[in-house]
């Protein structure tokens, strides 16, 4: 909309419409850049008002900002693993992994300054928010294994899992956003199928975790083309499943 004058035209915000304008500046900038490296005056300019106007909703300055900014995402990476508990565990976890790496693709090289940590302006409200994020991706995850009261094995290779989710997308912006996407996803979630497995031999509630998964799971799904590429693999060294045997000589 524009005024008579061809200049556009004010429309006057509710307090939340022009808070949500304000966050949502600041975390395109902060998408792209550091957090230390944004002012004030470049998250009104981005958002288009006034400097005073930028202080009036966040008096607290570009702390209050960045937290605030740093909440909001928080709060969208915390859905992304929040699935019905419906059908197949790698059909769930396919679609969570595809919710939160679009949501390190659209933010890029901010994931790192946003969720990662390492700012000049970080405190221990932004680290605690942060390690809320890794802890409500676990308890979704959990809740898709059915499992009500994990004990601690369990509940630590969950965690371990979350913390490599997070690692390989740092990697996967530092290598220029190779492989792609698919492949990265895929890859977590045959990761994840894969320390579940091992995690099983030696706890038999993560072994009732597997078994009831795997029974929802069908030969042309993930699991299966999974065995098909492992087994072969297991076959080849079929002396470790030997014992007394040595290795094979060539």
């Given at each position: 909309m524009t005024s008579a004058t061809g200049s556009p035209a004010y429309r006057r915000l509710s307090v939340e419409e022009r808070?949500?304008?304000?966050?949502?500046?600041?975390?395109s900038l902060f998408a792209h850049r550091a957090p230390e490296e944004v002012s004030l005056d470049d998250v009104a300019e981005a958002a288009g008002v006034s400097r005073p106007l930028v202080y009036r909703y966040f008096p607290g300055g570009k702390q209050q900002l960045y937290e605030a900014a740093l909440r909001?995402?928080?709060d969208e990476l915390e859905q992304c693993f929040a699935e019905p508990a419906e059908g197949p565990l790698t059909s769930r976890l396919t679609r969570?992994?595809?919710?939160?790496?679009?949501?390190?693709?659209?933010?890029?090289?901010?994931?790192?300054?946003?969720?990662?940590?390492?700012?000049v302006i970080e405190t221990s409200r932004t680290t605690a928010i942060v390690d809320g994020v890794r802890r409500a991706a676990a308890d979704h995850v959990l809740s898709h294994l059915a499992v009500p009261e994990p004990a601690p094995r369990l509940r630590m290779t969950v965690r371990m899992w979350i913390t490599?989710?997070?690692?390989?997308?740092?990697?996967?912006?530092?290598?220029?956003?190779?492989?792609p996407l698919d492949e990265l996803r895929d890859a977590l979630v045959e990761q994840f199928?894969?320390?579940?497995?091992?995690?099983?031999?030696r706890d038999?509630?993560?072994?009732?975790?597997?078994?009831?998964?795997?029974?929802?799971?069908?030969?042309?799904?993930?699991?299966?083309?999974?065995?098909?590429?492992?087994?072969?693999?297991v076959s080849d060294a079929g002396h470790l499943l030997s014992p007394g045997t040595g290795p094979r000589r060539p």
């Open positions: 808070r949500a304008q304000l966050l949502e500046a600041a975390l909001s995402a928080a969570a992994l595809d919710r939160y790496l679009a949501f390190v693709d659209q933010h890029d090289m901010g994931f790192a300054a946003l969720l990662q940590g390492g700012s490599a989710v997070e690692a390989a997308s740092l990697i996967w912006l530092d290598e220029g956003k190779e492989p199928l894969a320390v579940l497995v091992a995690a099983a031999a038999a509630q993560t072994a009732d975790v597997v078994r009831r998964a795997l029974d929802l799971e069908t030969p042309e799904g993930p699991v299966g083309e999974l065995a098909r590429r492992v087994l072969p693999v």
